[in-house]
Nanobody
C-alpha cells in the first residue's frame, strides 16, 4: 500500500513560520528520494525541494535559505520547515516520491493548505 499523508498547514502572516509533516508508507520512504511539491491556485504543481535517502537536498530558487527539508527515517516521516513565509508561498503542499510522478501512478494525498496573508 502506498500512502502520503500531509499535515501542518495553516494561516500565517508574512514573515511567519510553519512546519509541515508527511507520513509515508515505509516501503516507499526507505527506498526513494522524497520531495515536497506545491500547487497555487491557477498554476501547475511545482517541485519545492527534494531529499535523497542519504540526506542530500536540493531546493527551488524561490525557497532557498527559507525552507528546510528533513526526513525521520525510523518514523517514515518527511518534514518541511518554512520560515520567512511570503504571500507567494500560498499553495497546497504535497509530499511525494519523484519516481512515482507520471501517468502510471497516482498516489497523491490530499495535501495541506498553506495560506500567507497580510
Amino acid at each position: 500500500q502506498v500512502r502520503f499523508a500531509e499535515s501542518g498547514g495553516g494561516l500565517v502572516q508574512p514573515g511567519g513560520s510553519l512546519r509541515l509533516s508527511c507520513v509515508v508508507s515505509e516501503n516507499i520512504f526507505r527506498t526513494y528520494t522524497m520531495a515536497w511539491y506545491r500547487q497555487a491556485p491557477g498554476k501547475q504543481r511545482e517541485l519545492v525541494t527534494e531529499i535523497q535517502t542519504g540526506g542530500a537536498t536540493t531546493y527551488a530558487d524561490s525557497v532557498k535559505g527559507r525552507f528546510t527539508v528533513s526526513r525521520d527515517n525510523p518514523r517514515n516521516t518527511l518534514y518541511l520547515q518554512m520560515n520567512s513565509l511570503k504571500p507567494e508561498d500560498t499553495a497546497v503542499y504535497y509530499c511525494y516520491a519523484p519516481v512515482l510522478v507520471g501517468p502510471l501512478y497516482n498516489y497523491w494525498g490530499q495535501g495541506t493548505q498553506v495560506t500567507v496573508f497580510s
